[in-house]
C-alpha cells in the first residue's frame, strides 16, 4: 500500500534528524526516496542536536544510553513540528514509549563491524599491547575473548571525530559499523569488515527505522514502499532478544539474524565486557514468527547463564 484512496500522496512531509553527517545522509537518502515515489511532495529536513550528540565525555551507557539519541526527534514527532523520524536502528530504544510507531524499516547496508587501521590489516596482525578503540561493550567484550592481548579503550564521538582521533595516533586502530562509513564514502578507511563470528552486530546495526506517531496511518502507509520485509523481520528478531535479555540498559550483547533459504537464522550472545564470561545461542525458524525466534533465543542464552552474566554487570 502506499497511496490509496483512503491515503492520497503526501503534499508535504518533515523528516526529523539529529544533524551529525551520518544521520544527515540517512535524513537525506529517505527525504530522495520519498520524492521519487511521490514527486509532488516537498520533503523537508528538520535537524535537531540530541543529548547524546552533546554527552561525548562519559560512556553513553552512564549516562543514559541510547534514549538519549531520540528522545528530542520524538518530542518534534509530538508537538507536530515533523512527520517522521529517520534512525539507525542500533540507537532506537528497545522499547518505544506509547504514542509511537516504526512501521517502516527500510533494507539493510552491511551489517557487520569494521577494522580501521593506518597500520595493520587486521586484528591478528596487531601486535601485543597495541590499542583498539571502541565505545561499545558488545565489540569490547568479543574482542578480549578472542584478542586477550591487544588494549581495548574508549571511543566516543561522530564518526569524523572517531576517525580523526585514530589518525592522530590516540588509538591503533578502531572498530566501528561498516554501514556508517559505505554511507558516508568512507569504504576506503575499512581494512577489514569483520565476520560475523569474530564481532557478531548489534540488533538493528545496519538497518534504517522511520517512527511516526502511532495514530497516523496515513503515514504508515506512504511509508509501506520504503519497508524491507526481510530486514523488518530480522530487526525484529534481533530487537526481541534484545529486549527481553537487556531492556534498556546498555550490555555487551549482540544479535544478529540473516535469512537463509526462505529461514530466518538468529544468533545472539551476552558476555561480561572483559570477556572472562560469554553465552551464545542460535536458532533457525519461520521469518514470519521473528518476535518469537528471538524470546526463544534469550530463553537460551538465560538456560546458559545470561541472567548471571547481566547481574554482574550492576
Ligand atoms: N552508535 C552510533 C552508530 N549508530 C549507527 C551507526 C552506524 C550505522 C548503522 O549501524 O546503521 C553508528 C556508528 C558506529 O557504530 O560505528
Partial sequence: MSATPDFPAPERLVIATR????????????????????PGCRVELLGMTTR????????????????????????????????????SMKDVPMQLTEPFALPCISAREVPLDAFVSPR????????????????????????????????????????????????EGQYDAIILAAAGLRRLGLADRIRAELPSEV?????????????????RTDIAAWLAPLNDADTSACVRAERAVARALAGSCEVPLGAYAEIRAGRLWLRGFVALPDGSRMVRAEREGDAADAEGLGLALAGDLR????????????
Fill in 19 to 38: 544533524e551529525s553527517r551520518l544521520a544527515l545522509w540517512q535524513a537525506e537518502h529517505v527525504k530522495a526516496r520519498l520524492e521519487a515515489l511521490y
Fill in 52 to 87: 547524546g550528540d552533546q554527552i561525548l565525555d562519559r560512556p553513553l551507557a552512564k549516562v543514559g544510553g541510547k534514549g538519549l539519541f531520540v528522545k528530542e526527534l520524538e518530542a518534534a514527532l509530538l508537538e507536530e513540528r515533523a512527520d517522521i523520524a529517520v534512525h
Fill in 120 to 167: 595493520y590489516a587486521s586484528l591478528a596482525d596487531m601486535p601485543p599491547g597495541t590499542v583498539v578503540g571502541t565505545s561499545s561493550m558488545r565489540r569490547e567484550s568479543q574482542l578480549h575473548a578472542q584478542f586477550p592481548f591487544l588494549a581495548v579503550t574508549s571511543l566516543r564521538g561522530n564518526l569524523d571525530t572517531r576517525l580523526r582521533k585514530l589518525d
Fill in 303 to 314: 538456560a546458559q547463564g545470561a541472567e548471571d552474566i547481566l547481574a554482574r554487570l550492576g
Fill in 199 to 215: 564481532s557478531l552486530p548489534a540488533a538493528g546495526q545496519g538497518a534504517l527505522g522511520i517512527e511516526c506517531l502511532a495514530k
